[in-house]
């Protein structure tokens, strides 16, 4: 009588090959994983740097689009007594900016305070910032024209926006925003 052979296991060779090719597929599924990771938090700050820039500027825009008595002035010169200027002009333009509020008379100054924008609505004693901490703005000028002639003022916002962390390098976030305000005619 003959004997049945029942080797019905692997080889060692075939568990080698087959441990090499599941582990090369993890790694690559697991480097996917991560970078899909890093992709996506890159994406949430570029879109939290947009909407916390956007809302600053939004800000700005609403309240010179209804001023008047467009200057520069040190935060405790009184409003009342600054002269219109054309010190803001391009390509210099000013870091500091203050106009009357219309509609409420108070004065609002606008100015880069460290990395914060910040504003004053009681004629430059307390700032409030309007832009998150962690969203470094490196940079911010106003570029004012029309003042003193018939043309219409405006008022241009220049601001370089940078968001990032030293334990997050790749993640960091590069932004140049500018927008122009066309002041309102009131009454016309």
Not at 60 to 80: H, K, N, Q, W, Y
Not at 152 to 160: L, P
Request: a positive charge; hydrophobic letters at 40%; glycine letters at 8%.
């Amino acid at each position: 009588m003959m004997q049945k052979n029942n080797n019905n296991g692997f080889t060692l060779v075939e568990m080698i090959v087959a441990i090499g090719i599941t582990s090369t597929v993890l790694l690559a599924g697991v480097g996917l994983l991560l970078t899909f990771n890093a992709i996506q938090g890159k994406n949430i700050n570029a879109q939290n740097v947009h909407d916390n820039i956007r809302f600053a500027v939004e800000t700005m825009s609403r309240e010179i689009r209804t001023g008047d008595r467009f200057c520069t002035v040190s935060p405790l010169a009184p409003l009342a007594t600054c002269a219109p200027t054309a010190t803001c002009a391009w390509p210099a333009g000013c870091t500091q900016f203050a106009f009357r509020q219309t509609f409420t008379n108070e004065a609002v100054i606008y100015k880069l305070n460290g990395n914060v924008v910040v504003v004053s609505r009681d004629g430059g004693v307390t700032f409030l910032p309007i832009t998150d901490p962690q969203r470094t703005v490196t940079n911010m000028k106003f570029y004012i024209t029309g003042i003193g002639s018939d043309d219409q003022e405006r008022v241009t916002i220049v601001m370089e926006v940078n968001s990032g962390s030293a334990a997050k390098p790749n993640e960091a976030v590069n932004l140049i925003v500018q927008t122009t305000v066309a002041k309102r005619k009131l009454g016309d």
